[in-house]
């Protein structure tokens, strides 16, 4: 997959693309970066790249006549052109598994208070990481990549996302490593006498659970399985005990 992205502050971008999973995955060759430096499309003598809103109002909009031919030069009719703003749709685990399956994206960041609105017409989606404001898309855009790019064949371990939190609806069960016993706290005995049928059910018991108490959200509309729908029980059960 190839990844663009439009900004002012490519060096923002040095480290993120320099380390870990992401760097690695650029040596294996599954995804391609490029930073895009959109100051550069501007020819007046500063390299203005936004303007004072028409009609007044507080701060700076970038400038249609910069970022549209700018978005114009560096994407082609394969490129999904998704620009970062909070006034987008909100990103979701499912939007990282729809876009990991795009061949080539471009994420456009803006900066400063705004773009201008025609900006709007050249552009495929909207996406925003969530309700609170942001100085610009930069940030934004390295959560999207960093969730599309785990996502991408061979990134990692096929296990290691297949449960990962969200991946089926649900909140990741209880993690646990070596010592057993830690200040009095002992790892649950099931996952330790080996039998892979008790373990996965305590797994999917003990998701349900976290994800009721915490995110019940998630499960408003789901569609249970019969033996989700036991674990409920013994939850409900487990928890009127409690009481
Ligand atoms: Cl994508 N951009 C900015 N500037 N702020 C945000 C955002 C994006 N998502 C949430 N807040």
């Known amino acids: 997959m190839k990844i663009k992205i ?3 502050f490519p060096n923002m971008f040095n480290e993120f693309i320099g380390e870990s999973i992401i760097k690695r995955a650029k040596d294996k060759g599954i995804v391609e970066f490029e ?10 003598k500063h390299h203005h790249v936004d303007d004072t809103p028409c009609s007044g109002g507080a701060g700076m ?3 249609p006549d910069i970022l549209i031919p700018a978005i114009k030069d560096n994407s082609c009719s394969n490129t999904y052109k998704i620009l970062m703003t909070p006034q987008g749709r909100l990103y979701k685990q499912n939007i990282a598994e729809e876009l990991s399956k795009k061949d080539e994206i471009m994420i456009i960041c803006g900066h400063y208070e705004g773009f201008d609105e025609r900006i709007r017409d050249y552009v495929d989606d909207e996406i925003s990481i969530g309700d609170y404001v942001l100085t610009g ?3 934004a855009s390295m959560v999207l990549s960093d969730s599309i790019i785990r996502l991408l064949n061979d990134a990692i371990k096929k296990e290691s996302h297949e ?3 969200f ?6 069960y209880p993690q646990y490593t070596r010592p057993i016993e830690y200040d009095g706290k002992v790892v649950p005995s099931v996952l330790l006498n080996g039998n892979h049928k008790d373990i996965r059910r305590w797994r999917l018991k003990e998701s349900l659970r976290k994800t009721l108490k915490r995110r019940p959200d998630l499960l408003t509309n789901r569609k249970y399985t019969k033996e989700e729908l036991e674990l ?4 409900k059960e487990e928890e ?4």
């Open 240 to 243: 009127d005990g409690e009481k």
């Open 35 to 44: 930073i895009i430096d959109f100051r550069l499309w501007s020819n007046d």
């Open 167 to 172: 991946q089926n609806g649900l909140l990741e």
């Open 163 to 165: 449960d990962d939190s």
């Open 61 to 63: 909009v970038l400038r």
């Open 232 to 235: 409920l029980d013994e939850i």
């Open 137 to 139: 898309g930069e940030l």
């Open 6 to 8: 439009l900004t002012l």
